[in-house]
């Protein structure tokens, strides 16, 4: 081949070569990001509508129905998903993965201001949101003071310890949560607001008005231009109180005169806490792009700093959730697994090859590949994840196979007597075909699974890119590198006199068991060409014992990872208020920290994924793994049993969900339909049925118990006669009871107000009292119209959440599993749903893990069909033949009883990771198959008959093929046995690969040959019906 004559005749230009691509290698590497898993651009908008007061019901009618008509015609969406709650309306549109995210969210914000005018007049004006996993925080510092209150601490955490944080490099925001700030407070009395016949608008239009600068041109003069400027804003808090608001009987009324102004705390309406008790805490974001590691390293130097600075004395900084340190776990994990597995690999070519200059040959292709790889990885802009380190980490053993393969070869030609360099010549040519088609097997699988469909397919995208270019890295070292060095620097003659020490004799003693085994190879070889249907019924017979242990198999879409993390969604009755629910948090504290292995728990409630009073998310922290026995899989029904002590709350205990979604539910089952109460029963209905199976655990239903309201029917003909509409009576009612921000004040020592006007506490929350409010001045200017002049007050109830998807109401039950895998939980599920009786109209469909596997599944089945059909491309170009790759082809089905053994052993389940392992087998266990059947062919062209040329292929290819694979079997051991203690979420892919290899290494070997022979006599059986070659012809 040419590039190994130009290596072995021009040493020190291949040596240039090899230098430049590392050092350009170690450059790459220290410019990439860290980060925990590739960026994927998520075409996700969210469309978030206040409507303050409104009932779920109103909110879907008014808000969520209008926005999803003026939607649902832009190209592109995949699904529209709503969720109204009191006061608040969100639609969640997913585009096509095609479609860029920015684009997606301009178009939604275009068309959402051509409808926004169709909104309710008191509903805020919509805001549009991308959804960006990089805005999720990396790190979250807590705050706690025996010194300060609530709100100085909000202060000082707003204007002091989130400014320093957010001016660390890389740093994009740091964002207060569970804060008060101070507002103004302007409390309207409604008993001299009736006297004196004012309504609320006229209030907050007045204090809009009268509180700000207004600018008024400019004027110039001379050389100078001035501008002019209205200066109305108010220096102190006395000046409220002389806002004129309105006049009565020539009179001026001022604000004073109907209102209390003073400052207080804002409304606590969400709550953070930290191991029970009250806490603020600090979202760290960074920017997108930056390095995950670095920029919580620098935010870690900072919070030290800031801990021991006399300045912020009586105050306690914690890191409360440290995102980074799985990342750089994993990250320092997987560059131990990297070295291990290098070092196991090369220990295996050791004793194989028994020279150490032999070793370090075929050794340095490990280094140069990984760290040359790094350069590609630069350039193509992926980052260090886990899925490239994955995907290097796998690929150890296979980087190390085709210089094993060339170096082995180039060993024999050197024992037929030839010099060095023809050795490395002849050698490298002899392999070079067989190996190129290997290595183009190899790129034939990962190509499929780098441009899978689907969200899958966009974080494989980098693992599939990151192993195709480290093998073609590999095969590029292994004509080059192996050879000229091979020509270079030799073994000395060895010396047959020469004592043998301890690693010598062992391995001599190895190699005199390897040469037997190579004999009972060659005997059982001829064995099976001699009794063919025997082996190829005991090959059948395997392969359906492999299939028989699929049901023994758990499966799930993802194995949970064990970052220390675990998570308690509570739920307290609807209507619970906050403190409430603050004190079952503290409860749940208490009982969380009776168990070893929990360190501290961070509690947010009315906030995220958890929206109410009456719903926290507990973030439950836990010791590392190394030093727990318990993971968190294992410790969640403990916990959950242990909870059960806590009354009047209802929980959800496992994993966090993806992206702060609360608890990760593998079961999710959906009902579709028009009426609210028909899907109130039908899923309690399913839930009941659910929670009375074993193995099934936190059934809930996304619809919750009717909330109470306060219902206010108005009388049409009452309010008519005194000129009063039904929206007059909402705009009236809303600032008083709700409450409304009208305008901001800032203080001489320049701190910044809300300006916040409404009714004093005891009276907005005595619901006796709503009847006398003033919606309205009379008709004739002399006083008030009382709501009880037009309305009825009643105590109602509505519903608490109502969700929509593709535009139709929808109810999920969700549940967890306990001891029971989704497959064999589905078709209980489906008896389940069998048994109900589900009316017209209605009908069930699937999310949770089913969805997921279903999806991701078509994918990975459509990347096997793929990576099936491109190997037989392969290596029928490579054999010239449409008959021999489907003898190589064999070895595939072969796999599977090693895959199902290996899963089993592992103690892991049929799931994302073990499934792409499956496929990645598909390129590595043809590769024996290429090395003997070339072989082969090769001796066949010399002359030799059919079967001793594969008894002597056998032989012959017996050593390399056993050194690669377990080259590649030692290589990935460290990822398998995750001895580094890490999240052991990537160890499924290893034990499929290992198991894999080792059945289709030990079956390949001896069916093959077999199929080769059937093969050649069906060829030389249709070979007269065939067409003659032109030279056949004219002979």
Same mark, same amino acid.
């Given at each position: ?17 090899? /230098? ?32 303050? *007061? ?21 190209? +592109? ?89 957010? %001016? ?8 207060? /949560? ?43 003069? $001379? ?8 200066? *109305? ?65 620098? /935010? ?10 006399? @300045? ?21 994990? /997987? ?38 790889? =790094? ?5 193509? *802009? ?6 490239? =380190? =994955? ?19 180039? =060993? ?27 290595? @183009? ?174 719903? &926290? ?121 709700? $409450? ?104 069930? *469909? ?10 991701? +599944? ?10 099936? #059909? ?33 899963? @089993?052993? +592992? ?70 046995? %995750? ?13 499929? #690969? ?40 004219? &002979?």
């Amino acid at each position: 081949m040419f590039l190994t004559r130009i290596s072995v005749n021009q040493p020190v230009f291949a040596t240039m070569v090899m /230098v430049a691509i590392f050092v350009i290698g170690l450059f790459s590497y220290s410019r990439l990001p860290v980060e925990e898993l590739p960026e994927v651009d998520f075409p996700i908008v969210a469309i978030v509508t206040s409507y303050p *007061g409104a009932t779920p019901e109103a909110v879907e009618s008014d808000v969520i129905k209008p926005i999803e008509d003026g939607v649902s015609t832009l190209s +592109g969406i995949d699904a529209i998903t709503s969720t109204a709650r009191t006061g608040s309306a969100m639609v969640l549109i997913q585009f096509e993965l095609e479609i860029d995210s920015s684009v997606a969210a301009q178009d939604v914000r275009d068309r959402i201001a051509q409808i926004q005018g169709s909104l309710p007049d008191n509903a805020e004006d919509p805001q549009i949101l991308r959804f960006d996993p990089s805005e999720m925080p990396i790190i979250s510092i807590g705050i706690t003071s025996d010194r300060y209150d609530t709100g100085v601490l909000t202060a000082l955490a707003e204007d002091e310890l989130a400014t320093r944080l957010s %001016n660390i490099a890389g740093v994009g925001r740091a964002s207060v /949560v569970g804060g008060l700030p101070r507002e103004v407070h302007v409390l309207i009395d409604p008993d001299r607001q009736s006297a004196l016949g004012i309504g609320a608008s006229e209030i907050a239009a007045a204090l809009s008005a009268e509180n700000s600068d207004l600018p008024a041109g400019s004027v110039t003069q $001379g050389v100078s231009k001035q501008s002019v400027q209205v200066e *109305g804003r108010l220096n102190d808090l006395a000046g409220f109180e002389e806002i004129i608001i309105a006049r009565r009987g020539g009179y001026p009324v001022r604000l004073g005169d109907v209102a209390t102004i003073g400052t207080n705390l804002a409304e606590q309406t969400s709550l953070a806490m930290l191991d029970g008790e009250g806490a603020l805490a600090v979202d760290v974001v960074k920017t997108q792009g930056a390095n995950t590691v670095a920029v919580a390293e620098a /935010v870690r130097e900072e919070v030290h700093a800031m801990a021991n600075d006399p @300045l912020y004395d009586g105050i306690t900084l914690e890191i409360i959730r440290d995102n980074a340190i799985p990342v750089e776990h994993s990250f320092e994990s /997987v560059q131990s697994m990297l070295l291990e597995g290098a070092l196991l690999a090369t220990v295996i070519v050791f004793l194989f090859l028994n020279s150490w200059r032999s070793t370090v040959i075929t050794g340095l292709t490990l280094p140069i590949s990984i760290i040359g790889t =790094m350069a590609a990885i630069y350039f193509l *802009g992926f980052t260090l994840n886990m899925m490239t =380190m =994955m995907a290097l980490s796998l690929a150890v053993g296979i980087l190390i196979d085709d210089a094993i393969v060339v170096r082995e070869n180039i =060993m024999r030609h050197l024992h037929m007597g030839k010099s060095h360099e023809q050795a490395a010549l002849d050698g490298t040519n002899e392999i070079g075909l067989a190996v190129f088609a290997t290595t @183009l097997s190899i790129v034939a699988v990962f190509l499929p699974v780098a441009f899978m469909d689907g969200i899958l397919g966009r974080f494989f995208l980098q693992f599939g890119v990151t192993v195709s270019v480290a093998v073609l890295v590999s095969l590029f070292v292994s004509f080059t590198l192996d050879p000229m060095m091979s020509s270079v620097w030799y073994d000395p003659a060895a010396d047959p006199h020469r004592e043998r020490g301890p690693i010598g004799r062992a391995i001599h003693q190895f190699e005199r068991f390897f040469d037997w085994l190579g004999v009972c190879y060659s005997k059982l070889l001829k064995a099976a060409l001699r009794w063919r249907k025997t082996t190829l019924i005991t090959a059948l017979l395997i392969f359906v014992g492999g299939l028989a242990l699929f049901p023994f198999v758990g499966a799930e879409f993802v194995p949970p990872a064990d970052n220390s993390e675990m998570q308690v969604d509570l739920e307290t009755p609807v209507g619970t208020p906050l403190a409430r629910t603050a004190e079952k948090i503290a409860q749940v504290d208490a009982i969380l920290r009776t168990f070893p292995e929990v360190i501290g728990t961070y509690a947010t409630v009315n906030s995220g994924s958890n929206s109410g009073e009456n719903s &926290a998310a507990i973030v439950v922290r836990m010791t590392p793994p190394t030093e727990r026995d318990l993971t968190p899989t294992t410790i969640t029904p403990l916990v959950r049993d242990a909870l059960l002590a806590v009354p009047g709350a209802k929980f959800r205990v496992g994993p966090p969900g993806s992206f702060g979604s609360g608890v990760a539910t593998p079961v999710a089952i959906k009902i579709f339909g028009p009426d609210l109460d028909t899907l109130t029963r039908l899923s309690r209905d399913l839930a009941d049925r659910l929670a009375a199976i074993d193995g099934f655990a936190d059934v809930r239903t996304s619809l919750d118990d009717p909330q109470p309201t306060i219902g206010i029917r108005i009388d049409r003909d009452a309010a008519s006669d005194v000129g009063v509409s039904i929206s007059q009576v909402g705009q009236a009612l809303s600032p008083m009871i709700a $409450g409304a921000t009208v305008s901001d004040w800032t203080a001489p020592n320049g701190d910044s107000y809300d300006v916040l006007l409404r009714l004093p506490e005891d009276v907005r929350n005595n619901a006796s009292l709503l009847g006398s409010l003033p919606v309205a001045a009379s008709a004739d200017g002399t006083g008030v119209v009382r709501l009880d002049q037009i309305a009825v007050v009643e105590s109602s109830s509505s519903a608490g959440e109502i969700t929509r998807e593709g535009r139709e109401r929808s109810v999920q039950v969700t549940a967890g599993l306990d001891d029971l895998d989704i497959r064999s939980a589905q078709p209980l599920i489906t008896a389940a749903i069998a048994e109900m009786d589900m009316p017209p109209g209605y009908h069930v *469909g699937f999310g949770g893990d089913s969805e997921q596997i279903a999806e991701s +599944g078509a994918s990975a089945a459509a990347a096997l069909l793929l990576a099936i #059909v491109f190997i037989y491309l392969v290596l029928a170009s490579q054999f010239g033949s449409f008959m021999q790759p489907l003898a190589i082809m064999s070895s595939l089905p072969l796999a599977l009883i090693g895959v199902m053994l290996g899963l @089993l052993v +592992g103690g892991s389940t049929l799931n994302m990771f073990s499934i792409i392992g499956f496929i990645m087998l598909m390129g590595l266990v043809v590769k024996n198959a290429i090395l003997l059947v070339d072989n082969a062919n090769q001796h066949t062209r010399a002359g030799m008959n059919l079967f001793d040329a594969l008894v002597e292929a056998g032989t012959t290819r017996f050593r390399p093929i056993v050194m690669t694979t377990l080259a590649m079997i030692f290589g990935m051991l460290p990822l398998a046995l %995750n001895i580094h203690g890490g999240s052991g979420q990537n160890a499924p892919m290893a034990h499929a #690969v290992i198991g894999g290899l080792i059945s289709s290494s030990l079956l390949t070997l001896v069916v093959v040959p077999v199929l080769l022979t059937y093969i050649d006599s069906f060829t030389r059986l249709i070979q007269p019906f065939l067409p003659a070659a032109p030279d056949d012809v004219h &002979a």
